[in-house]
């Protein structure tokens, strides 16, 4: 019920995101060394697989203690209810986030997602470092194919209805949901109305038949 949408997927649908937010800690994650954001942030073009690409320079200075960074990024935050996170957001506030319903999500790419990296030895004191930051959507696509048990058959659907929906959705960590969400929530996702099932017997140009 918590899969992700797999790694290598393509975009699909060419929406961009609303918000990013860059959280830059220090090695054990104790002290926030930057933060910034970016509204409606542009991206570049896409990698091999069809994924959204966004290359962006930050200038901080670095203090010698420092040794490693640790990246955390998340996109679209005004998009899930519940998730408030800010520049005091701690790592274990980012990991533990969750969300309860979507906001005016138009595309694929305007869901939670989250990503987060390492960047390891910069206490070499380079003028430049460079790191990649893969993410992930916090949400699944869901599609239902229905099929007739064979041709000569008619199949009609009255009603299509999900249910034991869990409350809360994770941003980043794919931990057990039991102790924080309940599963009480039922939603209808067709119904006819006045006739207007989903049956095979309509013309194509007709027929709703197919994603949902």
């Given at each position: 019920?918590?899969?992700?949408?797999?790694?290598?997927?393509?975009?699909?649908?060419?929406?961009t995101p609303k918000d990013m937010k860059v959280w830059i800690f220090n090695q054990d994650n104790t002290e926030l060394?930057?933060?910034?954001?970016?509204?409606?942030?542009?991206?570049?073009?896409?990698?091999?697989?069809?994924?959204?690409?966004?290359?962006?320079?930050?200038?901080?200075?670095?203090?010698?203690?420092?040794?490693?960074?640790?990246?955390?990024?998340?996109?679209?935050?005004?998009?899930?209810?519940?998730?408030?996170?800010?520049?005091?957001?701690?790592?274990?506030?980012?990991?533990?986030?969750?969300?309860?319903?979507?906001?005016?999500?138009?595309?694929?790419?305007?869901?939670?997602?989250y990503g987060e990296a390492k960047l390891e030895d910069v206490s070499v004191q380079k003028k430049n470092y460079s790191?990649?930051?893969?993410?992930?959507?916090?949400?699944?696509?869901?599609?239902?194919?229905?099929?007739?048990?064979?041709?000569?058959?008619?199949?009609?659907?009255?009603?299509?209805t999900l249910e034991n929906i869990p409350d809360k959705g994770l941003l980043a960590r794919e931990i057990e949901l039991?102790?924080?969400?309940?599963?009480?929530?039922?939603?209808?996702?067709?119904?006819?109305?006045?006739?207007?099932?989903?049956?095979?017997?309509?013309?194509?140009?007709?027929?709703?038949?197919?994603?949902?």
């Open positions: 019920a918590m899969s992700r949408v797999t790694k290598g997927s393509s975009v699909g649908d060419g929406s060394v930057d933060y910034y954001e970016i509204e409606n942030p542009t991206f570049s073009g896409s990698d091999a697989l069809g994924e959204l690409v966004n290359t962006h320079e930050r200038i901080f200075e670095l203090d010698n203690s420092i040794t490693e960074l640790n990246f955390y990024v998340v996109l679209n935050s005004v998009s899930g209810t519940g998730l408030s996170l800010t520049e005091s957001s701690s790592v274990n506030d980012i990991q533990n986030a969750t969300f309860t319903t979507l906001n005016e999500v138009a595309g694929d790419n305007q869901v939670p997602i790191v990649t930051i893969e993410t992930t959507r916090a949400v699944s696509k869901l599609e239902l194919f229905f099929t007739k048990e064979n041709a000569s058959s008619d199949l009609k659907i009255n009603r299509i039991a102790d924080i969400a309940n599963y009480d929530k039922t939603e209808t996702l067709f119904e006819d109305s006045n006739g207007k099932e989903i049956t095979t017997d309509l013309p194509a140009s007709e027929s709703p038949v197919g994603d949902f």
